[in-house]
């Protein structure tokens, strides 16, 4: 694995000033600059630069899984502990094994750097649903989209027809203009769902 020592960084500003001092990616090697960066050092066959991931499956091939539970810090009516377990699922969750698996999407051997990415069938705001525009991933079902799944990127990477739509339901939250962002009251909240797995 290759460890970066970062002394700069001029987008984690909010994640520094939180305490954080590292972020632990689980990307796949494929599209991986680190060890794109390594192989054109040290050859294509070094090993140097491979993934945390690669390097954790391969010490246990038998359960090459993780799995991760966030949690909200900070909502006092939402007292789940955040959890990360690696070929192991937590207490009260083990019947996941048996539930059907959602395929990672587009999957199709092209070359461009792999995601952990499927299809999301549908989004709901407060019950009602909200119609996306047609995707521009080839192969996508009609009705449908493809969504990245990443625990560590801290903006909603989503069209801002679907932004405005979530936040534009708010009861007092208004588009700031000047400053391009949503200002929402602290006390007001809506309910959003996403659907997984729904043809």
Do not use: H
């Amino acid at each position: 694995i290759a460890f970066l020592n970062v002394t700069n960084a001029t987008d984690f500003d909010t994640i520094f000033s939180n305490g954080v001092r590292g972020i632990l990616g689980l990307a796949f090697d494929a599209g991986s600059t680190v060890k794109t960066t390594v192989a054109q050092a040290w050859g294509e066959d070094s090993t140097a630069g491979e993934t945390f991931l690669t390097n954790l499956f391969q010490q246990n091939m038998t359960k090459p899984f993780f799995t991760m539970q966030l949690c909200r810090s900070g909502d006092t009516s939402y007292t789940t502990e955040g959890a990360f377990t690696i070929g192991e699922y937590l207490p009260d969750y083990e019947t996941v094994r048996n539930m059907p698996k959602l395929e990672r999407f587009p999957n199709n051997g092209t070359g461009s750097a792999p995601r952990w990415s499927t299809v999301m069938s549908g989004m709901t705001i407060n019950g009602e649903a909200f119609q996306f525009d047609p995707s521009g991933v080839d192969g996508t079902p009609e009705g449908s989209v493809v969504a990245v799944l990443d625990t560590g990127y801290t903006y909603p990477p989503i069209p801002k027809n679907a932004v405005d739509a979530i936040y534009g339901g708010i009861d007092g939250a208004y588009y700031d203009t000047v400053n391009n962002l949503w200002i929402v009251p602290c006390n007001k909240a809506t309910n959003v769902e996403f659907q997984f797995g729904y043809v």
